[in-house]
C-alpha cells in the first residue's frame, strides 16, 4: 500500500519538524548538546524506509526546523544539515550490516554519535581554533545517553504503532 507508506512516511517528516522547533527551545549547557528528540523520527524511518528515506526526512526536518528558526544560512544550519547527514548514513549502514541484530537504542546511539562527530569535524573546519578536543568526551557520552533515550522512545512508538494497526485489522 504506497499511499499508507506515504501517509506514515509524511507524518514521520512532520512530527520530526515539531520536534526539531521544540528541541531548538531548550536551552542548551554547551553548544551541539541537544536532546535530538527529532532523531526518533530518523530512527523509525532507517527501521521501516531504509536510509534513503531517511536521509530526505532528514534533511527536510533541518530545512524546515532553520526556516522556522531562523537559521538557514548560519553555521549552525550547517551542522545541522552535517549531523543529520551523517547520521541518516551511519544508521543505515548499520541496519544493513547487523540487520534485527542491533536494538533501535543502538541504531540510535551511532547515529547521535556519528551526527555529534561529524558537527565537530566540521565545526573544526569552519572556526579553526575552537578547543574540540576538550568536549569529544563528554559530546561522545552525551550521544550515548540522548542516542538511548531517542531510541527507546522511537521503540515505544513502533511498539505502539503496531498494536494500533493490529486493532484496527481486528476491528476491519
Known amino acids: 500500500m504506497p499511499d499508507k507508506s506515504n501517509r506514515d512516511l509524511t507524518f514521520l517528516i512532520l512530527t520530526a519538524i515539531a520536534l526539531g522547533v521544540v528541541d531548538s527551545l531548550i536551552p542548551r549547557p554547551i553548544p551541539f548538546m541537544k536532546l535530538g528528540l527529532a532523531n ?3 530512527v ?6 531504509g ?11 533541518v530545512f524546515a526546523v532553520a ?11 550547517l551542522l545541522s ?12 549502514l548499520c541496519r544493513k550490516v547487523f540487520r534485527d541484530r542491533l536494538s533501535t ?5 551511532a547515529g547521535a554519535v556519528a551526527s555529534l562527530w561529524g558537527q565537530l569535524l566540521v565545526a573544526g573546519i569552519v572556526l579553526p581554533g575552537l578547543p574540540l578536543q576538550n568536549i569529544v568526551l563528554l559530546l561522545t557520552l552525551w550521544g550515548v545517553i540522548s542516542g ?13 504503532s503496531l498494536k494500533i494497526e493490529a486493532l ?3 476491528e476491519g
Open 40 to 42: 526518533a523520527a530518523a
Open 44 to 49: 523509525i524511518a532507517v527501521v521501516r524506509y
Open 51 to 61: 536510509f534513503l528515506k531517511t536521509l530526505e526526512l532528514n534533511l527536510l526536518r
Open 67 to 77: 526556516l522556522i528558526t531562523g537559521l538557514l544560512a548560519t553555521p549552525s544550519f
Open 81 to 92: 544539515v552535517t549531523g543529520a547527514t551523517v547520521s541518516a548514513v551511519i544508521m543505515g
Open 105 to 109: 537504542a543502538g541504531l540510535s546511539v
Open 148 to 160: 538511548t533515550a531517542v531510541g527507546l522512545i522511537a521503540q515505544k512508538a513502533m511498539s505502539r
Open 168 to 170: 484496527r485489522k481486528a
